[in-house]
């Protein structure tokens, strides 16, 4: 929120019809939705279980923000995809971030780093961080010349890591036979290589070239920050709607963010001539990496425990809670005798003027007679 | 799912050599004569298995230890992928719908029989301005899409980006629904003369299909099925090749196509196919609506009137309330009970009945067989609830009257199977208990069925969208049709 972002939530539910169209879901993401007709789905109009944080977001931003020129917004929110093996997840969490109406790689960069900064804050250190360029690749199947139905398969199955279809198309091409495994092989912290390539595609169309570029201004930058990165061309995976600048971010080999730019996704949609970038930061696999919360309740936890359920020690237990909590202890109740392992302090109430106060680190016990020593004993 | 791992392990428990060791699930309709040939002729017959037969339930002439059960072709792949049965013959369209639907299916194509050939075509009508393909993917209209394939439809349109499309499910006569009532059909064809005698033009072949042997994963793991599927050997059913180009040709003579231009403002009436036809006949020469070719014997599905502005398609009464909700339809002749289906389905619907037409009377009732010990749905819940059937599995043409029924019961727990017809035959193997329509009651008794309470008495009736009846494009011919049929029922 220091960065300046404002929280959003979207609806569970979401039209199937957002997600059909080419560019925005890929076919076999589309063919995991959980779709079904709703109760008034009279007209044969589906709705889904949201399959994902930032179409929604589009949405939103088209139905409800189109005025403002900038914003910059984000979730916490779940997916829904099926999953045939029952192994996995079938409903996931995510935290997202989305830059809406920005088109200078100034906003690709922010993106990147912001998601290395709140990975960072978690205590996850060792990331990899892989860039692709989404319209660097769009460019390259389109000097291939296939049919608009070839094209579009084509990039079906480099989203889904099939590569292998681009080099044996691209053999055919003489003056592409030279640029595609030296741009798919691609690898390393390499700027200056990326400008290398440029002088080798001197045939290419100017459309290739102004991507290229664009990748160039967003590494460029990222080099004047010593922003740690690789750059990896077939790490572009997933999404259909990405147009430029893409990233994964992942630690000891598990994906834990990605995210990148969509510039046509917002047109498509219906919506203005609005450039967006974003990343997502995937919950599940980040949940096992964070350190547990547990520990850290012991540290000022207090556990009030009832000598009986006598009216008033029953009172004088909720007041004495009431009067910890207004001191920022966590507190919890007990009245039928559970033992209190892990709270720092167990305070037993035994009438309303006598509690015995039992630090639980120290191994001390005190019996005092108001709830103001009691507050003096745990607060000093 | 759970039902089904129960007769599993009570089925692997039977030796080889009991009764009902190995189920076959058989098709009605289409493809019975053919296979009934073919079973005959590979050794694997079955006592009346032909079109006449009357009960459901078929043992094998040879195996004492194989049954099988006549189903609707649709029925069977869900049949055989639940486990009811360990296998089944049905058309490849059939098993591809189920499986394209439910990717997670135990079901395994265990051979192509090669008979009862065709395919699945997207179609669109000729006079419809859509003759190629391409013009459907780039077009940046909301495509109507009707076809007894909801599957397959959804799956070829997301294949294809299609921007936008609805997909309408019908329980038949998809071909008559483009151009006026749909802009594409998704429908099953011997071939592409036969799509052009119902004016369609074929714009991409999904799916090649014929008739397929098909099995359970399970059983096919788990049970001895040796002796039966040697019969399907590929010799034997390549020697019975001739025999099977015999095929009857079913599908009656060449339908009308589009017989005139329709006016912009014609006022479109649906009119019912099957045990509602006759009646509905009956009714409308009463009322003097001379309607050209809509007899028992035809099959024309657009017969004509004698006003210009009035319309009229014969489609499955089924599937009228879905049309008319989405105003592709103006007025219909259906029944209470596919109104009230439709009603429970979609509450806000726009559908209303606005004529008791009073032929066409059913009962709808709920049906037990009476090896079950019980006489009313409060017997049913207590058994339901102390384990005895559960869950309880509820078999019905009627699935959302079904769901509602057993909801305001407070039965639990419970799940459907949606049937297309003939949903006596489920009980008492494949289901506990079916909502059902019953004419005289006969049909039931033949099946040693019980009837254990009456839901409602349906009677066909008019219905239609009531923000149209208004409609001034229509200029109040709407209303004034209404009023005729009203006058005529309640005079009748």
């Known amino acids: ?46 709705v889904v279980l949201r399959p994902d944080g930032t179409i929604p977001i589009a949405r939103l931003y088209i139905d409800n923000l189109a005025r403002q020129e900038l914003a910059k917004l984000f979730y916490v929110t779940n997916v829904f995809a099926f999953e045939e093996t029952g192994r996995e997840n079938r409903e996931r969490w995510q935290c997202g971030v989305e830059f809406l109406g920005c088109a200078e790689p100034a906003a690709d960069m922010e993106i990147i780093l912001l998601a290395t900064e709140i990975l960072h804050k978690l205590g996850i250190d060792r990331i990899e961080l892989r860039l692709s360029h989404a319209g660097l690749v769009k460019a390259l199947l389109r000097e291939l010349k296939l049919s608009p139905a070839e094209e579009t398969k084509a990039l079906g199955q480099l989203l889904e890591g099939d590569w292998q279809i681009l080099t044996e198309v ?57 922003c740690n990165y690789q750059i990896d061309i077939m790490s572009m995976q997933g999404f259909e709607y990405y147009t430029g600048v893409c990233f994964q971010i ?99 109430v035994q009438g309303a003027r006598l509690f015995e106060v039992i630090d639980q680190v120290q191994n001390r016990r005190k019996e005092v007679a108001s709830i103001v020593e009691v507050l003096n004993e745990v607060g000093g | 799912m759970k039902s089904s791992m129960k007769w599993g392990v009570e089925f692997s428990l039977l030796s080889k ?73 049905c058309g490849l369209d059939w098993v591809e719908e189920l499986q394209v639907g439910y990717p997670a299916t135990t079901l395994v194509k265990v051979m192509d029989l090669g008979y009862g050939r065709g395919n699945l075509y997207v179609a669109a009508s000729g006079q419809g301005g859509i003759s190629n393909i391409d013009e459907v993917l780039t077009g940046r209209n909301s495509w109507r899409i009707v076809s007894e394939y909801p599957n397959l439809a959804e799956s070829f349109a997301l294949k294809q980006r299609l921007r936008s499309f609805r997909i309408f499910p019908v329980w038949g006569a998809a071909e008559v629904y483009p151009p006026e009532n749909a802009d594409l059909a998704v429908l099953w064809a011997r071939g592409e003369e036969r799509l052009a005698s119902y004016g369609l033009t074929p714009l991409k072949a999904l799916l090649a299909t014929s008739a397929f042997l098909i099995a359970n994963e399970r059983s096919l793991e788990a049970k001895d099925l040796n002796e039966i599927l040697a019969c399907f050997s590929p010799e034997v059913i390549g020697e019975s090749k001739s025999l099977l180009e015999t095929e009857a040709e079913v599908i009656g003579s060449s339908e009308a196509a589009l017989s005139r231009q329709q006016r912009a403002d014609s006022v479109w009436l649906a ?102 010990p019980v006489t009313n749905i409060g017997e049913l819940r207590q058994l339901a609830k102390v384990g005895r059937l559960s869950p309880l599995r509820v078999a019905s043409e009627y699935i959302n009257i079904a769901d509602k029924y057993l909801r305001d019961n407070r039965v639990s727990p ?61 200029g109040g011919k709407v209303a004034s049709l209404i009023e005729i049929l009203r006058q005529a029922a309640e005079g009748g």
């Open chain 1, 1 to 46: 929120m220091s960065w300046g972002y404002q929280e959003v939530r979207t609806p569970t539910l979401e039209y199937l019809h957002l997600f059909t169209a080419t560019g925005t879901l890929s076919p076999s993401m589309l063919s995991r939705v959980y779709s079904f007709l709703d109760w008034d789905g009279w007209s044969g109009e589906r």
């Open chain 1, 170 to 226: 691209g053999s055919t091409s003489s003056e592409l036979g030279e640029l595609l495994p030296q741009l798919l092989g691609l690898k390393g912290k390499s700027s200056g290589f990326l400008k290398n390539l440029e002088v080798l595609s001197g045939q290419t169309s100017a459309d290739f070239k102004s991507e290229l570029n664009n990748f160039m201004d967003v590494i460029s930058l990222l080099d004047s920050l010593d």
């Open chain 2, 271 to 372: 009119l019912p196919d099957g045990h509602q036809q006759p009646p509905t006949v009956e009714f409308l020469s009463r009322v003097r609506i001379n309607v050209e070719g809509y007899s028992e014997e035809g099959r024309n599905r657009r017969p004509s009137t004698d006003f210009d502005w009035l319309s009229v398609k014969v489609v499955r009464p089924q599937d009228m309330p879905l049309q008319v909700a989405n105003g592709n339809f103006d007025l219909a002749i259906s029944g209470k009970d596919w109104l009230l289906d439709h009603l429970y389905r979609f509450p806000s619907s726009p559908v209303a009945e606005l004529a008791d037409l009073g032929f066409g009377r059913v009962k709808i009732v709920a049906v037990v067989s009476k090896q079950l």
């Open chain 1, 250 to 348: 992942s630690t000891d080999g598990k994906r834990i963010a990605g995210g990148g730019r969509y510039d046509d996704l917002i047109p498509l949609m219906g919506g203005g001539n609005v450039s967006a970038c974003g990343f997502a930061l995937y919950a599940d696999p980040l949940m096992s990496l964070v350190p547990s919360e547990v520990g850290k309740v012991a540290e000022r936890g207090v556990l009030v425990k009832g000598e009986t359920t006598a009216p008033e020690i029953v009172k004088t237990c909720f007041d004495l809670a009431q009067s910890l909590r207004n001191m920022g202890c966590v507190v919890d109740l007990d009245f039928v005798g559970r033992g209190a392992a892990g709270w720092r302090w167990t305070i037993m």
């Open chain 2, 17 to 89: 050599y009991q009764q009902g060791y190995l189920r076959l699930a058989l098709p009605k309709g289409r493809l019975l004569a053919v296979t009934a040939n073919l079973l005959a002729k590979i050794g694997l017959g079955f006592k009346g298995y032909n079109a006449r037969a009357r009960l459901y339930r078929l043992r094998s002439t040879r195996f004492s230890y194989l049954s099988a059960k006549m189903f609707q072709e649709k029925d069977i792949p869900v049949q055989v992928a639940v486990g009811n049965y360990d296998l089944g013959i």
């Open chain 2, 414 to 474: 419970y799940k459907l199977i949606p049937t297309w017809g003939a949903s006596e035959a489920f009980l008492p193997e494949d289901a506990d208990l079916l909502i059902e329509n019953s004419q005289t009651g006969r049909t039931l008794a033949r099946h040693n069925l019980r009837v254990i309470d009456t839901l409602f008495e349906s009677r066909a009736c008019l219905i239609g969208n009531i923000n149209n009846i208004d409609s001034p494009t229509k």
